[in-house]
């Protein structure tokens, strides 16, 4: 199971994209796990997930969190501002199992 993470100031606006990206994974058969999050929730969710994702209006925070999340070996990234604006559910999961299949090589070596 392919667990990620997308985490924006309340949890709201990356619901859509979470539906998007479930949907691309569905359609090549990947197993995901994928839940919107508000900022405030990120301590006591993020380690649950292999990837973090950031929406835009969080990106500000990205140092702090990542730094937090890298004791776990778990990646945060912010997500591409036109990937969400555009809602591009399938770009976000390519760069999400990008972030988490680096993470495992890192971790393999």
Known sequence: ????????????STSLLVR???AAADERGLPVEIEAYGV???DNQFPRYQVVLLGPQVKYMLNGLA?????KGIPVRAIETM??????????????LSLIE??????NI
Do not use: T
Not at 67 to 71: I, L, R, T, V
Not at 102 to 107: H, I, L, P, R, S
């Open 102 to 107: 680096a993470a495992n090589q890192k971790v």
């Open 1 to 12: 199971m392919i667990r990620i993470m997308l985490c924006c100031s309340a949890g709201m």
């Open 67 to 71: 730094e937090k999340a890298a004791a």
């Open 83 to 96: 990937d969400y604006g555009m809602q591009r559910g399938d770009k976000v999961l390519d760069f999400a």
């Open 20 to 22: 998007k990206m479930v």
């Open 40 to 42: 405030a929730d990120f």
